[in-house]
């Protein structure tokens, strides 16, 4: 399957009919439509059908539409799910995620409503269990069904409200965590996107929490202000030096003299065939968004 870039997740409340509407032309990969904490418990229901009708009339152009629900132990979780698959997004966020039954449930219940495979599921992580029981929910992949987990989306907020934990600059005391999350993920193949940072009007704060999360391996951010989009898209796009490297790398490996060679030093540095393996995906990103960008509207 070609690589699909999820550099930036930006969540829109539901409630709101014109975040809705300007979402449509937010230079994004993905929207988040929220149902769930953006809401006010009086909205609930009209939100639910102001996203789905959105949903339903489109527009959205590349980006990929995901519908964030309520829990599934929530007055409106049943209802959420069953309408938001009604209007075929690309996929379903599902909060609270606490061990690979949570998933099997949301997927039985998709598939006996008749649910198209290609709507996916987004697990959030962000409960002492999900910390705990990560390659165990990673694991719901392998449902008899079929595969529709296909991303863990970080909770961050919600994770330091349960477990006391402080969000201070570095994310230490999470970090554990949040590398636990992003092993189990990469174990089954799975997109993880980072928590969002809640000082919108701290650029620099945000920058540095990007480039953390880039390094760390996340696949992208969730962010919750449009202007986070234009540092977060860098941040988790390689760079035109990185590109080139990669290039370097790919061409070298794959001259008809260098087939046998798993070791060579190039530009005075040794590099093993893995590190081939590794710029390739580097490249399909990179060509995957220049692609995108080609795309926008």
Known sequence: MSFRPRRTA???PGSNARALEKARNLNVDVLLLDLEDSVALDQKEMARDQVVEAVKVGGFGHREVVIRINGMN???????????????PDAIAVPKVDCAEDVYVVGRKLNDAGVDQAV????????????????E??????EYHGRRLSCFVLGTNDLSKETRTAMVPGRAPMMPWLM????????S???????????FNDAEGFVAECEQGAQM?????????????????RIFSPSAEEIASCRTIIDAFDAPENQSKNVMTINGKMVERLHAEMARRVVEIADAIAKRDEQKS
Request: proline share 4%; charged share 20%.
């Open 120 to 135: 996916r599921i987004w697990a959030m992580m962000e409960t002492p269990g999900a910390m705990i029981r990560a390659a």
């Open 10 to 12: 930006l969540y829109m």
């Open 74 to 88: 929530t007055p409106w979780g049943e209802a959420d799910l069953l309408a938001a698959a009604s209007a075929k």
């Open 217 to 233: 391996g996340m696949d992208g951010k969730t962010i919750i202000h449009p202007k986070q989009i234009e540092d977060c898209n």
């Open 180 to 187: 636990q999350c992003l092993a189990a993920a990469r174990m």
């Open 137 to 142: 929910i990673a694991g719901a992949v392998q």
């Open 189 to 199: 193949d799975l997109t993880i996107l980072d928590g969002v940072f809640n000082q």
